[in-house]
T-cell receptor
Framework: QKEVEQNSGPLSVPEGAIASLNCTYS??????FFWYRQYSGKSPELIMS????GDKEDGRFTAQLNKASQYVSLLIRDSQPSDSATYLC?????????FGKGTMLLVSP | DADVTQTPRNRITKTGKRIMLECSQT?????MYWYRQDPGLGLQLIYY???????NKGEISDGYSVSRQAQAKFSLSLESAIPNQTALYFC????????????FGPGTRLLVL
């Protein structure tokens, strides 16, 4: 059984701060990793994907992957109140995604 | 127009009724998925299909069935609805690649009384 673990939160940060979201996974064969953002009652939307060890940056978002430690993280710089949402980590082996339960992020003005 | 659409968006039904949730996509993807989401439990895969002739069970398929009518259409049925199937249901599609990003529909909120 593939498992993806996330702290449920909420993670509270002030506006302008860096938010750090973490995820661990159990399947060493996992090859691709995704971060989705989900606003309450809405569908998940992709923020970042990462496939290789190291960092990947896209605007205010940075995804970090460490396959040896089976760990993937998402950093959000200059957090904004509009970033308040639940962030889902998703991991794939070959064909389907396994989602974590998500971490709720609250950014206060 | 949205690339992935779901109908209905909201549905209230009674225990024992058969209902169908429909999903259509214009992205041209072969792969389609049905998930349910319960508060605090994340997204759970119900069924997935890699093409019209390929249907696979996910982790929570009991009590559900699916039909892939065409590349663009994938329907989920609850044969005899029960209250613990009350949830938010999402359809998703992806490209034909192990690394394919999944694109989600807007969801169907189902309440079984």
């Amino acid at each position: 059984q593939k498992e993806v673990e996330q702290n449920s939160g909420p993670l509270s940060v002030p506006e302008g701060a860096i938010a750090s979201l973490n995820c661990t996974y159990s399947d060493r064969g996992s090859q691709s990793f995704f971060w989705y953002r989900q606003y309450s009652g809405k569908s998940p939307e992709l923020i970042m994907s990462i496939y290789s060890n190291g960092d990947k940056e896209d605007g205010r978002f940075t995804a970090q992957l460490n396959k040896a430690s089976q760990y993937v993280s998402l950093l959000i710089r200059d957090s904004q109140p509009s970033d308040s949402a639940t962030y889902l980590c998703a991991v794939t082996g070959y064909s389907t995604l396994t989602f974590g339960k998500g971490t709720m992020l609250l950014v206060s003005p | 127009d949205a690339d992935v659409t779901q109908t209905p968006r909201n549905r209230i039904t009674k225990t024992g009724k058969r209902i169908m949730l429909e999903c259509s996509q214009t992205k041209g993807h072969d792969r389609m998925y049905w998930y349910r989401q319960d508060p605090g439990l994340g997204l759970q895969l119900i069924y997935y299909s890699f093409d019209v002739k390929d249907i696979n069970k996910g982790e929570i398929s009991d009590g559900y069935s699916v039909s892939r009518q065409a590349q663009a259409k994938f329907s989920l049925s609850l044969e005899s609805a029960i209250p613990n199937q009350t949830a938010l249901y999402f359809c998703a599609t992806s490209e034909d690649s192990p690394f394919g990003t999944q694109y989600f529909g807007p969801g169907t909120r189902l309440l079984v009384l």
